[in-house]
């Protein structure tokens, strides 16, 4: 899957975790990993200030 690295601009950002389909609001630009809130699989890590988002991202939320 292509991983996308947020601008630390982006501030929350709608996902759809790639294994169960839930659908979360996460914070791109995260300082701790995020997991899905359903099944626990890793959504984003921080890389350095930014989100390496491993999830889709359906829309982004200024
Ligand atoms: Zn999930």
């Known amino acids: 899957m292509k991983e996308i ?4 601009k982006s501030k929350f950002l709608k ?3 790639p294994k169960c389909k ?3 609001v996460i ?3 995260c ?3 995020v997991r899905c809130q359903k ?13 390496k ?3 889709r991202i359906l829309e ?3």
Do not use: D, M, W
Not at 5 to 8: A, E, R
Not at 40 to 46: D, Q
């Open 5 to 8: 690295v947020v601008s630390p």
């Open 15 to 17: 996902v759809r975790c």
């Open 22 to 24: 839930h659908e979360q």
């Open 27 to 29: 914070f791109g630009n």
């Open 31 to 33: 300082s701790t990993v």
């Open 39 to 51: 099944c626990s699989n890793v959504i984003a890590e921080p890389t350095g200030g930014k989100a």
């Open 53 to 55: 988002v491993k999830a």
């Open 60 to 62: 982004i939320l200024e």
